[in-house]
Nanobody, 115 residues
Framework: QVQLVESGGGLVQPGGSLGLSCAIS????????MGWFRQAPGKQRELVAT???????AYADSVKGRFTIYRDNAKNTVYLQMNNLKPEDTAVYYC?????????WGQGTQVTVSS
């Protein structure tokens, strides 16, 4: 069973930075796509950023220029660096992975942006 374990959430002031990490329990190269989604209270889960096996990345318009997704293949880990955080970035952030025949989610980590 593939497991995704997230870490790095917390409370940060507006304009601050926070980094999330997602460790996957299998070879990261077996996943054709990994990414981050988020869900704010009362809202649907939405895509934040993705990185495919070839290394190309994609971002939601709301985070472009502020968030960066990257991976460390040797550590089987995907990261999300979040800069210039805004209150509207407050949400539970979920790590996500896909491969042929399987879709996987982490347990979620809370990010709160507040003064």
């Amino acid at each position: 069973q593939v497991q995704l374990v997230e870490s790095g959430g917390g409370l940060v002031q507006p304009g601050g930075s926070l980094g999330l990490s997602c460790a996957i329990s299998t070879n990261i190269f077996s996943m054709r796509l990994m990414g981050w989604f988020r869900q704010a209270p009362g809202k649907q889960r939405e895509l934040v950023a993705t990185i495919i096996s070839g290394g190309n990345t994609a971002y939601a318009d709301s985070v472009k220029g502020r968030f960066t997704i990257y991976r460390d293949n040797a550590k089987n880990t995907v990261y999300l660096q979040m800069n210039n955080l805004k209150p509207e970035d407050t949400a539970v952030y979920y790590c996500h992975a896909q491969r042929s025949g399987g879709i996987y989610w982490g347990q979620g980590t809370q990010v709160t942006v507040s003064s």
